[in-house]
Each structure stands twice: as structure tokens, then as C-alpha cells.
């Protein structure tokens, strides 16, 4: 580890080809080492780490909230092409990048093959193969290979699913902060850049690892079906590198160029396609109301057999106790009537209600944007 400078009668540290930048930032004051004896050299460089990790283990670790998700531009048009490709197929992939205060770059990703018509085990074990020997490949590169999260595409803004807090959890036993960029290919096709980011809240995740969904525990956390999901705002950024060759490369097109796309009123597909999943999210939502009227009608019939049996019970006790003989218990753990009855999870409902108020926002600024282009179409035709 150390060597000794010809000419100079010191001892230089050498620090070996594979060096952490930590390790740098900690070694740089003892880069250059003078000749006194060994015991000077062990008290320089190992007595002060000893004491500065110390002071880092009692000082209590200060958690920054994640305000920001900062993509760079290379990374979406990776995911644009990857979801585009393979429509109307659904895909994911992976998000590499650091985590850095408030703010999670994503500075590269990608894509998970899609394999049909094989075994879930086979899939799952090629997949995880997979993912190692691309993180390998990558750092062998010297490319960033950390998992920040992962992407997915979606049809119509469809993402709210059991599925999705499940993978959120996986990545979260290892990933203390993780997101999931979702991408509509449909909707960027109408003038949108449908991307967003999103991480599951820290109530709901204590809640979910309890699983229990009932009434009573939901309205003792306060939660509610807003509280589920949050979305973090996306930031796209380039180098200055990267923004100096678009410059290059952009086209100098003349000021008289017409562009009627912002004109067109084909609003029909995506409007009828809303409509039809709102449609079934609300006879979903629906079939869910129908479980809870069908628990609580149950629950109020026990409640009435419950008090009708006691109440017998209790004219029972009262003729044995004058005929001297010893009262029976009011409360019988082996009667069918005293067993709870299970109440149903309300996580379904809070999901099926998150997704109408998707469609619901969907459809609003669709239809906004549509009733600008149709009142100036009217005032041109006038």
C-alpha cells in the first residue's frame, strides 16, 4: 500500500487502479506522507476515520424528501421508442441512475424482454438473469448501474393495479426510494408528453404491510384514495453537449412554414375510449358497493340473532337462578352467532375510484382542448 519516492525520501500512498470517490475525498490529505515511524503513519490515516464514523453512526441520519425526478433526454427517447415499438403490446424496463438529495436522476435505462408462451418460473429467472448481466455489461463500461426504479407503458392511462403497488414494494425492500415512470404512447400521440412519475405514499405502504384495509383502521389513519399514489414532478434535462449538437442538427425552417396538425377535430377515438373505460370502472366500482351493502345487511342480521339469543339466554338465567340452580354464560365463543363476520378490503374501491378520477381528468382536458379548436374552426367558418 505504501511506496517509497525516489528523490524525494518519502512515503507515497499508493491507492491501487480501483479507488471509490469516498475513499478519494477520505485519502487526499494523505496522499503524501513524510519519513516518521509507522506508528505515526497507522495514527494519520486509520485513528481519524475510526472517530469520524463514530460521530456519522450517533449522528442521526436526516431523511430529505424526493421533490424532483430528473430525466435526461436520451433516457425518454429510449422509453418513446421502446413503447412505440411494441404497441399495442405493454412493456417495461429498467431506471439507472443516483440518488442525490432531493433530486433522482435518471441517466439511463433498459428494456426488459418480452417473452410469450413461456412458463412464469422460466420467465422470471431469464428476467433476473437478465437484468444482472446488463447492470454488469454497463458497469464494465464505467455507465451508471444503480436501480432507481423502472418504467412501464400503459393504454389509455390504465396503471392502477394490485400489480403495480406489489412491484413498488419489491423494489422498495432494497431501494429505499424508488419511482415508476409511466409513458401513454396513445395520449402522446394527441400533442402530449404523457409521462409521469410515481412512488407509493409512506402511510399507505405501512398500511399495506399490515394488510388490513378495513373501515375502522382506514379512518383511524385517515386515509383515503388520494393517498395511495404520488406523482413527482418530471424534469427532462441535456447536457450542454447534447443541447449544442440538436442546435447543430436543427433544421432552419422559413417563418412562412403552415402546420394544420394543432387543427385537426378527430376527438372521436380518444373520447370513445375514455368513455367506454370509464364505463367499466364504474360497474367495477359498482360490483364492489354491491360487496360492502352485502357484508353490512349480513352484519346487522348477526347483530339481530346475536341480541335475540342473548335476550333468551338472559329469561333462561333468570328461571334457573329461582329454581336455585347456577346461570348459564352469556356469551358462547362455539355459537356460530358470535363469529366475525370478514369484512371485505376496501384497497380494490380505493383503486377503481383512483382510476375514475384519471379517466375523469383525462377526459376534462381532452375536452377543453377539443372546445378551443372547435369555437375557432366556428369563428373561421363565419
Known amino acids: 500500500m505504501f511506496c517509497h519516492a525516489r528523490f524525494t525520501g518519502r512515503w507515497i500512498l499508493h491507492l491501487g487502479p480501483f479507488v471509490c470517490r469516498s475513499h478519494l475525498v477520505f485519502l487526499r490529505s494523505a496522499l503524501v506522507i513524510p519519513w516518521p515511524p509507522a506508528q505515526y503513519v497507522f495514527v494519520q ?14 449522528t442521526e441520519e436526516t431523511v430529505v424528501p424526493l421533490r424532483v425526478v430528473q430525466i435526461d433526454g436520451l433516457v425518454v427517447l429510449k422509453i418513446v421508442k421502446h413503447c412505440k ?28 424482454p418480452s417473452r410469450g408462451g413461456e412458463e412464469e418460473d422460466e420467465v422470471e429467472a431469464d428476467g433476473a438473469n437478465y437484468q444482472l448481466e446488463m447492470m454488469r ?7 451508471d448501474n444503480n436501480t432507481v426504479g423502472w418504467y412501464q407503458s400503459t393504454y389509455m392511462g390504465s396503471y392502477q393495479t394490485v400489480e403495480l403497488i406489489e412491484t413498488f414494494l419489491n423494489y422498495q425492500e432494497n431501494i429505499k426510494r424508488c419511482v415508476c415512470i409511466i409513458y401513454d404512447p396513445l395520449r402522446s400521440s394527441q400533442g402530449i408528453v404523457a409521462l409521469k412519475a410515481l ?3 409512506d402511510a399507505f405502504m405501512e398500511l399495506y ?33 447534447v443541447s449544442a449538437v440538436m442546435t447543430e442538427l436543427e433544421t432552419d425552417a422559413p417563418a412562412t412554414q403552415c402546420d394544420f396538425d394543432r387543427l385537426v377535430l378527430s376527438t372521436n ?39 335475540a339469543w342473548l335476550q333468551k339466554r338472559r329469561a333462561e338465567n333468570m328461571a ?16 356460530p352467532l358470535f363469529k366475525p363476520i370478514p369484512e371485505p378490503s376496501r384497497l380494490d374501491s380505493y383503486l377503481i375510484t383512483n382510476q375514475v378520477n384519471n379517466y375523469c381528468n383525462q377526459i376534462n382536458g381532452f375536452a377543453a382542448q377539443s372546445l378551443s379548436k372547435i369555437y375557432l374552426m366556428d369563428a373561421l367558418h363565419e
Do not use: H
Not at 137 to 143: D, G, H, P, S
Not at 320 to 335: F, I, V, W
Open 320 to 335: 334457573r337462578r329461582a329454581s336455585g340452580e347456577e346461570p348459564l354464560p352469556e356469551e358462547d365463543s362455539n355459537n
Open 45 to 58: 490515516l486509520f485513528a481519524a476515520p475510526v472517530r469520524s464514523f463514530a460521530q456519522a453512526a450517533a
Open 209 to 241: 404491510r399490515t394488510e388490513n384495509f378495513k373501515g375502522e383502521k382506514l379512518r383511524e389513519k385517515n386515509m383515503t384514495w388520494t393517498d395511495i399514489f404520488e406523482e413527482i414532478p418530471v424534469k427532462i434535462s441535456n447536457s450542454s453537449l
Open 137 to 143: 455489461c454497463l458497469r464494465e463500461v464505467n455507465v
Open 85 to 112: 415499438e411494441c404497441m399495442p403490446a405493454l412493456v417495461t424496463g429498467q431506471l439507472l441512475g443516483l440518488d442525490i438529495g432531493s433530486i433522482l436522476e435518471v441517466t439511463n435505462c433498459f428494456p426488459f
Open 199 to 201: 412512488r407509493l405514499t
Open 269 to 307: 377515438p380518444f373520447m370513445e375510449k375514455n368513455l367506454e373505460f370509464l364505463i367499466e370502472c364504474m360497474d367495477d366500482l359498482g360490483m364492489e358497493q354491491q360487496k360492502f351493502q352485502y357484508y353490512y345487511r349480513n352484519l346487522s342480521r348477526q347483530q339481530g340473532q346475536q341480541q
